[in-house]
């Protein structure tokens, strides 16, 4: 048989045939596999065929032989098992970091080196309690220049920003340029931070990467080194709100307006935010209102206020009473 160009490319196309269509449970037969090619313009007899998968064996690809009434092949080992993309799949679901839009795509990548059985198992749903994810598409950008700059030694530029109550971006500063010496990357709360010198500040401050936008490496060398150093990164660790206990249930907050990037931070920006006056909003969420959550409704003073349901403001009441507040 003369070599065409889909000859050429004839155990390329095998392998990936195995890989996408077989497991331990979907062996291919020797008709199967012929009849794939063929799908993909490729002539094959058996004994070519078997030919191939020995080729491909010596390569490094785990391919079982199964003998029943007919003969099946079928990939045993793969970069990852299934358990192993379940758990990668769950993770990307949970992160706060990545967006809808990335999860999506980086679940789609993982679930391609599954076969197409295992597939439908990756696209199960999983509830992960008070998840909010980020709305910053670039963020994986302003990673790899955040990275880039701390190996070349260099400080980056950044605008900062946080939410309004309109859910719009405000621009920290007055929307001058950040300039800050990074020295490494925090993952806490399934949120990213950047520690860095902040050279204005003259001291060591951490960042949420998805706020920072038009991130820029310049040839700045990095300054901040020693007091880097004497930095204590787990005085950042912990979640705000723990683990919740008790009921959930939707709880109405009174905010002061410069308190919205707090509220949209925690509770994301489809969360409704009503106008109640020239300096406050109110904004309602579904939480348990545990102990805890109002301990942290507490530390904001007077910014923060329950107004419903009335139990949950008796509640808080009580507590700051406890506290003498």
């Known amino acids: 048989m003369p070599r065409s160009a889909?000859?050429?490319?004839?155990?390329?196309?095998?392998?990936?045939?195995?890989?996408?269509?077989?497991?331990?449970?979907?062996?291919?037969?020797?008709?199967?596999?012929?009849?794939?090619?063929?799908?993909h313009g490729i002539k094959a007899e058996r004994k070519s065929v078997y030919s191939d998968i020995e080729t491909l064996r010596e390569l490094g690809t785990?391919?079982?032989?199964v003998r029943g009434k007919s003969v099946g092949y079928y990939v045993a080992a793969r970069v990852f098992e299934l358990p192993e993309l379940k758990l990668l799949v769950d993770s990307v679901r949970a992160s706060k970091f990545i967006t809808e839009k990335k999860s999506s795509q980086l679940i789609s990548k993982l679930s391609s080196l599954a076969s197409v059985h295992d597939?439908?198992?990756?696209?199960?749903?999983?509830?992960?309690?008070n998840r909010v994810k980020s709305m910053n598409e670039?963020?994986?950008?302003?990673?790899?220049?955040?990275?880039?700059?701390?190996?070349a030694d260099v400080d980056i530029t950044f605008k900062y920003f946080r939410w309004t109550p309109e859910k719009k971006k405000e621009l920290q500063r007055g929307g001058a340029l950040y300039r800050v010496s990074p020295w490494t990357l925090v993952w806490d709360d399934s949120n990213y931070y950047l520690v860095g010198y902040d050279n204005d500040k003259n001291e060591i401050r951490h960042f949420r990467v998805d706020k920072m936008t038009a991130v820029t490496k310049t040839e700045f060398r990095?300054?901040?080194?020693?007091?880097?150093?004497?930095?204590?990164?787990?005085?950042y660790s912990g979640a705000v709100f723990g683990m919740f206990?008790?009921?959930?249930?939707?709880?109405?907050?009174?905010?002061a307006?410069?308190?919205?990037?707090?509220?949209?931070?925690?509770?994301?920006?489809?969360?409704?935010?009503?106008?109640?006056?020239?300096?406050?909003?109110?904004?309602?969420?579904?939480?348990?209102?545990?102990?805890?959550?109002?301990?942290?409704?507490?530390?904001?003073?007077d910014e923060i206020s329950v107004v419903s349901p009335e139990h949950v403001a008796k509640r808080l009441e009580e507590l700051k009473g406890a506290k003498g507040i």
Not at 222 to 235: L, P
């Open 62 to 65: 785990d391919i079982k032989t």
């Open 6 to 39: 889909n000859q050429k490319k004839k155990l390329s196309v095998l392998r990936s045939i195995l890989l996408e269509r077989s497991d331990e449970s979907h062996p291919l037969t020797m008709k199967e596999l012929i009849s794939a090619l063929a799908a």
């Open 245 to 255: 206990g008790g009921e959930v249930e939707r709880v109405s907050l009174s905010c």
């Open 119 to 129: 597939r439908r198992a990756l696209n199960r749903a999983v509830f992960v309690s």
């Open 257 to 301: 307006n410069r308190l919205a990037n707090v509220m949209l931070d925690r509770f994301g920006k489809d969360v409704t935010v009503i106008k109640e006056s020239a300096d406050r909003f109110r904004i309602t969420v579904n939480i348990a209102p545990s102990p805890v959550f109002l301990g942290w409704v507490i530390s904001f003073g």
């Open 222 to 235: 990095r300054s901040g080194g020693e007091e880097y150093k004497k930095y204590d990164i787990s005085s």
């Open 138 to 151: 670039d963020i994986y950008k302003t990673v790899d220049v955040i990275h880039d700059a701390t190996e």
